[in-house]
């Protein structure tokens, strides 16, 4: 028997290392990307091959019926091995290219607060509507990706990206208080400067190497270091913290 966890974004960076982590865990992992197949398929291969059960289900999380369906997914997977659903990481975000508030174009906004935000929400909803015990539920857990660039506002670079992850701090808090009673513990984690591709799809691969002086630790952080407090938080180890939003940033 396995517990099914959700992984939005599983199929790279630090979604991907939570996956192998959760894995390790005994969880089944359910994992969703957006469009790289082959990568989420590497990464459900990696975890079969150390003994683990996953399964990767394609799925933008902007799109609400996209994220109902992956749900109905993981749902299966815990029918098939005698789980249910009994955690969620929301981990898929994105950013985009360098500018100034007044450069940003709807469209940019737009995609940037539906994936980041309303992602998010989507995806509790329907874990929430699994796991909480008001609704027959087992309890369960759910941890939020931020950034430090909540705290920071990222000016000149990405305020649009950086006012999501603010969003998302409060949605952590909000959450956290309306079902800590209903066995669900929300919390958050705000990373710094990650070594992953994601620099890269802001039109900066060296971003992480470059930014290294900045971080008091001298160095970028990798998405190991990331998942490992993301898979605190999920376990039982952390079984009295909820509400809470631990940053991951080298001191940052
Ligand atoms: P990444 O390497 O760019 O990976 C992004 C993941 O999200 C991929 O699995 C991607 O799927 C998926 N994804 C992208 N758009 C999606 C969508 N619309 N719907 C569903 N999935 C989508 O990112 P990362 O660096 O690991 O970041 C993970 C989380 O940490 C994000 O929330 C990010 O904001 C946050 N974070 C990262 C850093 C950092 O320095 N890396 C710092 C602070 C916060 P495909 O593989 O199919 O494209």
Not at 130 to 149: D, E, F, H, Y
Not at 168 to 183: C, K, M, Q, S, V
Not at 202 to 228: H, I, N, Q, T, Y
Request: hydrophobic letters at 45%.
């Amino acid at each position: 028997m396995a517990d099914v966890v959700v992984i939005t974004g599983g199929s790279r960076g630090i979604g991907a290392a939570c996956a192998r982590l959760a894995a390790r865990a005994g969880k089944a992992v359910c994992l969703s990307y957006a469009t790289n197949r082959a990568a989420a398929e590497a990464v459900v291969a990696d975890i079969e091959a150390a003994g683990g059960t996953a399964g990767a289900v394609k799925c933008d999380v902007a799109d609400n019926n996209q994220v109902v369906a992956l749900f109905e997914a993981a749902d299966a997977m815990g029918a098939a091995h005698g789980g249910a659903v009994s955690g969620l990481i929301n981990n898929a975000g994105v950013i985009d290219l360098r500018a100034r508030v007044d450069e940003m174009s709807p469209e940019r906004l737009e995609r940037i607060m539906r994936v980041n935000i309303l992602g998010s929400f989507f995806c509790a909803r329907e874990a929430v509507s699994r796991m909480s015990t008001r609704r027959g539920g087992k309890g369960g857990t759910i941890v939020n990706l931020s950034s430090a660039a909540a705290k920071l506002g990222a000016a000149g670079q990405y305020v649009d990206y950086a006012a999501s992850k603010g969003a998302i701090d409060t949605f952590t808090r909000g959450l956290a208080l309306e079902t800590a009673e209903e066995g669900i513990r929300v919390n958050g984690v705000r990373p710094g400067i990650i070594d992953t591709d994601i620099h890269a799809s802001g039109g900066e691969p060296d971003r992480a190497r470059k930014l290294r002086g900045v971080v008091p630790m001298k160095r970028e952080g990798s998405a190991e270091e990331v998942a490992e407090a993301v898979l605190w938080l999920m376990s039982d180890a952390a079984s009295y913290v909820t509400g809470a939003t631990i940053d991951v940033t080298g001191g940052r």
